[in-house]
Nanobody
Framework: QVQLVESGGGLVHPGGSLTLSCAGS????????MSWYRQGSGKERELVAS????????LYADSVKGRFAISRDNAKNVVLLQMNSLKPEDTAVYYC???????????WGKGTLVTVSA
């Protein structure tokens, strides 16, 4: 079955960096758009960044443009989210998402917590 396993979350000071990783299995990785979403406490889940199969650049939420970078390694079935210049408002659970091209449903990982605090 489809599995998405996130890792790399943790506690970081404001201005610091983290790299999140999502390993996918049980599906054809190259047939899916890969995305990162996040959900802060008391907030709705929001799209952070997404990347299509053959892209080298992604789409980003305005709030993270210029600070975050999404990338994917189709040979390893991994999608990364490099997060720089982190702010307290980036604190959230970050979820990996895989959506097959043309599909409305998608698959989710269990999430990894990122806390940005002094």
């Amino acid at each position: 079955q489809v599995q998405l396993v996130e890792s790399g979350g943790g506690l970081v000071h404001p201005g610091g960096s983290l790299t999140l990783s999502c390993a996918g299995s049980g599906f054809v990785f190259t047939e899916h758009v890969m995305s990162w979403y996040r959900q802060g406490s008391g907030k709705e889940r929001e799209l952070v960044a997404s990347i299509r199969s053959l892209q080298t650049t992604g789409l980003y939420a305005d709030s993270v443009k210029g600070r975050f970078a999404i990338s994917r390694d189709n040979a390893k079935n991994v999608v990364l989210l490099q997060m720089n210049s982190l702010k307290p408002e980036d604190t959230a659970v970050y979820y990996c998402n895989a959506r097959q091209y043309g599909a409305t449903m998608s698959n989710w990982g269990k999430g990894t917590l990122v806390t940005v605090s002094a």
